[in-house]
């Protein structure tokens, strides 16, 4: 006699295959860690430069005549100094990093880093590579990895192991804006990273780098996803005003490291100085991370110092959603022992350069300063940011 089988007694074990392929399916896929690979990615770029009226006469070794020169070019911002065009080829340094964890709605979207002054790509990673300071506690890199983010970070032309141009004529923001422009052209045209093409392209900013991303959307609105804005406020008078502290000083004459560079890139030369420009209370940080990141600094050139005001300016067509974290003690954007918060802020008046924005917040780390991913609130700005990309999309 054949045996006799009822739907039920069939279905059973088979609806328990189904809910285990369909757990499996939902479930990210998890690697041990991102699968970084170093890139030097040639690319060629076009902008017209400002020509700064600098003395011939210019002592770069006088720390208070640099910085009072910066003073006079800053103190005339919206003065229309003569412009040039001016080209760019040569290299961008940089790693691209494949996600821990595997989300398919993330795969085509990639996170581009760019840093602030004194700072290559290895802030991303909390200042070193494949590991940075305590692990990846710091790491922006690691925390976007594991929400399943592929990731660019970049030397921005002129810092760590992209090609150094003349750090007067050449690196100054209109030329950086339009470099920036061109990776994100060759990212979405699979030029850029072996093997991968990009449908979308969040920038991740931070100080210099936000100016960038400022500027990006005002130039070229249709690049960019989503701009997530660090160490950024509306107005460059603090920078000016607090710069001098920093005692800035031709990196050939300061350190080995940088033999040979020309005496327009320069180094923030005073420890205390940067503790209290760029760092926040005492207590908000590591002072391990902070003497490592003082010890390791890159160089700013004198043309990107002039040239920062070009990029704070109102995006009157760009519509990506922007998220700015700004800590309430960064002295670079506010003048005041606190940034404050609500409304009256730096922060939350950064949005108004944003008029189409399809959404624009802020997040206020207290305690913290300039310095975002270098903080003991790193954790908790990350886990902002990633919070704000999921709520408009990501």
């Keep these: 006699m054949s045996p006799s089988y009822s739907i039920s007694?069939?279905?059973?074990?088979?609806?328990?295959?189904?809910?285990?392929?369909s757990t499996l399916l939902a479930t990210p896929l998890i690697s041990a860690n991102p699968n970084c690979t170093y890139l030097r990615i040639p690319l060629t770029a076009t902008a017209s430069n400002e020509v700064f009226p600098i003395p011939t006469d210019l002592n770069y070794s006088n720390p208070a005549?640099?910085?009072?020169?910066?003073?006079?070019?800053?103190g005339d911002a919206g003065t229309a100094f003569p412009t040039i065009p001016t080209t760019f080829t040569g290299v961008i340094a940089a790693r691209y990093c494949e996600p821990e964890v595997t989300i398919a709605n993330r795969s085509d979207v990639v996170q581009l880093f760019?840093?602030?002054v004194t700072e290559n790509n290895l802030y991303w990673f909390g200042l070193g590579y494949p590991n940075g300071y305590d692990g990846n506690e710091y790491s922006t890199v690691d925390y976007a990895s594991k929400q399943g983010y592929p990731t660019l970070a970049i030397d921005r032309i002129g810092v760590g192991n992209s090609t150094h141009p003349d750090p007067i004529l050449q690196q100054q923001l209109n030329l950086e804006e339009a470099v920036s422009h061109q990776l994100v052209t060759m990212l979405k045209a699979g030029t850029a990273v072996p093997g991968k093409t990009f449908n979308r392209v969040i920038y991740v900013g931070h100080s210099y780098g936000s100016i960038l991303?400022?500027?990006?959307?005002t130039n070229h609105p249709g690049d960019i996803s989503a701009f997530i804005l660090t160490g950024y406020g509306v107005s460059i008078i603090p920078v000016a005003a607090d710069l001098p502290q920093t005692v800035p000083f031709p990196a050939e004459l300061y350190a080995p490291r940088f033999a040979g560079f020309p005496i327009?890139?320069?180094v923030t030369s005073?420890?205390?100085g940067r503790?209290?420009?760029?760092w926040g209370q005492p207590g908000s940080y590591d002072e391990g991370i902070f003497e490592m990141d003082y010890n390791d600094e890159d160089v700013v050139g004198l043309g990107e110092l002039l040239s920062i005001d070009a990029g704070l300016k109102e995006a009157p067509e760009s519509t990506a959603p922007v998220y700015i974290i700004t800590g309430d003690r960064d002295d670079v954007f506010c003048l005041a022992a606190t940034c404050g918060d609500g409304p009256s802020s730096p922060q939350a008046q950064a949005c108004s350069l944003f008029p189409k924005a399809e959404v624009c917040e802020y997040f206020i780390p207290v305690g913290t300063g300039h310095m975002i991913s270098l903080h003991y609130s790193a954790q908790t700005s990350f886990q902002k940011y990633h919070a704000f990309l999921a709520s408009v999309g990501f």
Excluded: C, D, H
């Design 264 to 266: 327009a890139y320069l």
């Design 114 to 116: 760019m840093s602030g």
């Design 213 to 217: 991303g400022n500027a990006q959307a």
């Design 270 to 272: 005073s420890e205390s």
């Design 9 to 21: 007694s069939i279905w059973k074990p088979f609806s328990k295959v189904i809910l285990i392929l």
């Design 275 to 278: 503790r209290a420009y760029l």
């Design 65 to 74: 005549a640099v910085s009072a020169f910066f003073q006079t070019i800053v």
